[in-house]
């Protein structure tokens, strides 16, 4: 059973730093496009980034230069280093298999003033 899990999230000021992870089972992340969405309660997922099996990164343009991607084959995991966070970027952060429509279950950051 193909399944991802998602930690790293807290609580952080803003301008600080956050290194989420996803960590795969049941199958390999590099075999797969990997994205990360974020949701605020009351409205609708966003889409945040994504790393595909080639990988190539695309990103929002919300979180442009302040996020990036990594890839940890041997780990099995992928990595979203988030820098100078923003009130804004408060959120359930998810990591989403695209191809096989997997998500995992969200860690919440919250970044405060």
């Known amino acids: 059973q193909v399944q991802v899990v998602e930690s790293g999230g807290g609580l952080v000021q803003a301008g600080g730093s956050l290194r989420l992870s996803c960590a795969a089972s049941?199958?390999?992340?590099?075999?797969?496009?990997v994205a990360w969405y974020r949701q605020v309660p009351g409205k609708q997922r966003e889409w945040v980034t994504t790393f595909d099996t080639a990988g190539t990164t695309t990103v929002a343009d919300s979180v442009k230069g302040r996020f990036t991607l990594s890839r940890d084959n041997a780990k099995n995991t992928v990595y979203l280093q988030m820098n100078s966070l923003k009130i804004e970027d408060t959120a359930v952060y998810y990591c989403?298999?695209?191809?096989?429509?997997?998500w995992g279950r969200g860690t919440q950051v919250t970044v405060s003033s």
């Open positions: 049941g199958t390999t992340l590099y075999s797969h496009n």
């Open positions: 989403y298999l695209t191809g096989v429509k997997i």
